[in-house]
């Protein structure tokens, strides 16, 4: 590990963080550019989820208790259950079924 | 000003100590590959975005130059969420600036899934902060411990993508962001084969030209 690896990452990732609020936080974009940009960030979480699920070390794979704990957590939040019991739901079903296995 | 209502405390603080385990993991993880003490918990501070802290820490020993690539371009995702937070995040521009460390994937989630302004922002902070501590403390015991947490038996590994599906969800009733993200996620995966790291995601992104597409054919 070098230093310069760590500050390039911590300066260009607080970069990107950043630019949004900085730049545009005193003005208020138009409801298209708002909308596009929450479309983004939306779009974006969701491809999150499915690569934590199907591909969590960086290559496609079917890791049967992890994608069942995610699909028991989709379940609970689809019948509106609270937040914290869908993230106990996907952590207990995942637990459960790698104990068993 | 009151502060946070319970159900956003109760909330910040699942996710928080969920990820925090994971946290733990980090730290021992990037121990082990001989990352020092220190400079594991210089990336949880100053990176503060744990997918391309574990990328980063894959690259000691070959080539520590991709590995900042891959983790540059993983965490590109994060202008899309800044800007979508950008009204949320008002005030001065020295506290813009300062809220923006803690501009990530959980806390933007949560401040999306809030229906006012008000509770955004205190979803924001709540999880931002609750979860840099969390986060935090797991690196530092995870490095000084050096012993592994095997988070997976707790299927903590189910609970982020969880939480995140769970935030997200209200976003998705719209039929557009429907179909933006079934997209992106066709993307990311035939991506994932494919493509380098850190790349996936941030092509995942061009899901949202396809929803907007369909819904300008549509009309």
Not at chain 1, 21 to 29: A, F, I, K, N
Not at chain 1, 71 to 100: D, S
Request: overall charge positive; glycine content about 10%.
């Amino acid at each position: 590990m070098s230093w310069w690896a760590i500050a390039t990452l911590a300066l260009g990732t607080y970069a990107m963080k950043a630019v949004g609020p900085v730049v545009l936080g005193s003005r208020t974009p138009s409801p298209a550019l708002t909308r596009l940009f929450s479309l983004t960030a939306s779009t974006l979480l969701v491809a999150v989820v499915a690569l934590a699920t199907f591909a969590p070390t960086d290559e496609l794979g079917v890791d049967g208790p992890l994608i069942a704990g995610v699909t028991a957590a989709a379940a609970a939040t689809a019948r509106r259950a609270p937040f914290a019991i869908v993230v106990l739901v996907a952590a207990g079903v995942t637990a459960a079924l790698r104990a068993i296995s | 000003m009151p502060g946070p209502d319970r159900t956003i405390l109760r909330d910040a603080l699942t996710i928080s100590v969920a990820v925090g385990v994971i946290g733990i993991s980090f730290g021992v993880i990037a121990t082990g590959r001989g990352v020092s003490v220190l400079e594991a918990q210089a990336m949880s501070l100053f990176v503060f975005a744990g997918a391309s802290q574990f990328v980063l820490v894959a690259g000691v020993g070959s080539s520590l130059a991709a590995a900042v690539v891959a983790a540059l371009l993983l965490n590109s995702r994060h202008v899309a969420y800044g800007l979508s937070l950008a009204p949320v995040l008002r005030g001065p521009r020295w506290r813009r600036a300062a809220a923006s460390h803690v501009v990530i994937d959980e806390s933007t989630a949560y401040a999306l899934a809030q229906d006012d302004p008000a509770r955004s922002r205190q979803g924001f902070f709540a999880v931002g902060l609750l979860l840099f501590t969390c986060w935090q403390a797991g690196t530092a015991i995870g490095a000084a411990a050096g012993t592994a947490i095997d988070y997976e038996a707790f299927g903590i590994d189910a609970a982020f993508p969880a939480a995140l599906l769970a935030l997200v969800a209200p976003q998705l009733r719209d039929r557009t962001a429907r179909i933006a993200g079934f997209a992106g996620i066709a993307i990311a995966l035939v991506a994932t084969e494919i493509a380098p790291r850190g790349l996936p995601i941030a092509l995942a992104a061009l899901g949202v030209l396809v929803g907007l597409g369909v819904e300008r054919a549509r009309r």
